[in-house]
T-cell receptor
Framework: SQQGEEDPQALSIQEGENATMNCSYK?????LQWYRQNSGRGLVHLIL?????REKHSGRLRVTLDTSKKSSSLLITASRAADTASYFC???????????FGAGTRLAVHP | EAQVTQNPRYLITVTGKKLTVTCSQN?????MSWYRQDPGLGLRQIYY???????DKGDVPEGYKVSRKEKRNFPLILESPSPNQTSLYFC????????????FGPGTRLTVL
């Protein structure tokens, strides 16, 4: 079952611009995580935000969470060509024993 | 180096020929999981394990088996593969529970003819 829905499905920007990806989900969560995947490779964890947190930063990444709207956003500032990848949000529910992934946003950053 | 390894990385097989994809982690994680990734569908969980000898079905378990005899290993078994199991498979592990940060293997691309 797919819990998170990312928007947009694909995003194309120039180096130096900011990239914003959104994730909406349906049921209450314990935490929400963002992962990155380079083409055909394994996923790499970027950031975890708990349900009682509203914003979190890690380097050039900024994640927000609005539990009233059941949505999250991932902002990558000053993007680089190396940021080209697919980005997935994943939610963790009350059982705390599994991640449910969305279909992902494909980000292309052009030099 | 902390890592999750999978073998093989690529596999082409024929319908009905039993196969096993191995997964091993060196981080002493209790939780391990298998996912399949198909275009437009994201990652879907096949099976997971909370600890040795404890396994449970995920969202798409049909046609798959798993075992967890040792903490570090979590093989995925396809007893009779079919073409609809052609996919990219990922093993992942995390500390204590699946709701924590998960560490992913590099993936196994399986084609069933």
């Amino acid at each position: 079952s797919q819990q998170g829905e990312e928007d947009p499905q694909a995003l194309s920007i120039q180096e130096g611009e900011n990239a914003t990806m959104n994730c909406s989900y349906k049921t209450s969560i314990n935490n929400l995580q963002w992962y990155r995947q380079n083409s055909g490779r394994g996923l790499v964890h970027l950031i975890l935000i708990r349900s009682n947190e509203r914003e979190k930063h890690s380097g050039r990444l900024r994640v927000t969470l609005d539990t009233s709207k059941k949505s999250s956003s991932l902002l990558i500032t000053a993007s680089r060509a190396a940021d080209t990848a697919s980005y997935f949000c994943a939610t963790v529910g009350g059982g705390y024993n599994k991640l449910i992934f969305g279909a992902g946003t494909r980000l292309a950053v052009h030099p | 180096e902390a890592q999750v390894t999978q073998n093989p990385r690529y596999l082409i097989t024929v319908t009905g020929k039993k196969l096993t994809v191995t997964c091993s982690q060196n981080m002493n994680h209790e939780y391990m999981s298998w996912y399949r990734q198909d275009p437009g569908l994201g990652l879907r969980q096949i099976y997971y394990s909370m600890n040795v000898e404890v396994t449970d079905k995920g969202d798409v378990p049909e046609g798959y088996k798993v075992s967890r005899k040792e903490k570090r290993n979590f093989p995925l078994i396809l007893e009779s593969p079919s073409p609809n199991q052609t996919s990219l498979y990922f093993c992942a592990s995390s500390q204590v529970q699946g709701g924590n940060e998960q560490f992913f293997g590099p993936g196994t691309r399986l084609t069933v003819l």
